[in-house]
């Protein structure tokens, strides 16, 4: 009887690793989705702004080449870190468990105790938190690398600014 309360709690705690990763995926996808929003509107923003910029600051003002390197990184960034959210955020096979309800329950009344059965879900449902696992550890490391090429982008942006503000201060030649 120790045994089957025993195994009653794992099975217990491995659902709620289950459930822990089927939610992190939902938290993932959402952040990703956050991340691609926020680079799209970024990139459209800088676009505008830098048309405008460069119609303003020609080739021959001292700090266009530096004002030119920094629009295409901080671009650069910005389209990337979209492009690589979407590569994240694509539909992926998150393992379900059970899968096959009909099979399971056919399986199931094969077993001859409710220990054997414990024991088997228990099995099921950790292979499919692992897998999961797995699956949500590849979306954190797009978010982690999506988020640096955020960062990278921003701390690039100011460098733009500074540039534009020391660009626009120069007189232009008549």
Do not use: H, W
Not at 19 to 40: M, P, W, Y
Not at 61 to 67: K, R, S
Not at 130 to 157: D, H, M, W
Request: charged share 20%; aromatic share 14%; proline share 3%.
């Amino acid at each position: 009887m120790a045994s089957l309360k025993r195994d009653k709690q794992i099975l217990d705690l491995i659902v709620k690793t289950y459930n822990f990763q089927f939610e992190l995926r939902e938290r993932l996808d959402s952040k990703l989705n956050n991340f691609v929003a926020i680079t799209g509107t970024l990139s459209s923003i800088s676009l505008a702004v830098a048309l405008f910029i460069f119609e303003r600051v020609t080739i021959g003002n001292p700090f266009y080449l530096p004002l030119v390197i920094a629009f295409f990184v901080f671009f650069g960034c910005f389209i990337a870190a979209m492009i690589v959210g979407l590569t994240g955020y694509k539909p992926t096979k998150f393992t379900l468990y059970p899968e096959d309800t009909e099979r399971i329950i056919e399986d199931y009344s094969k077993l001859s105790n409710e220990l054997a059965v414990i024991r088997v879900v228990a099995a099921s449902f950790a292979e499919a938190a692992n897998s999961n696992k797995e699956l949500n550890n590849r979306k954190s490391k797009i978010c982690n690398f999506v988020f640096c090429l955020l960062v990278v982008g921003a701390v690039v942006f100011i460098m733009f600014a500074v540039f534009m503000i020391l660009g626009l201060s120069v007189p232009i030649d008549p």
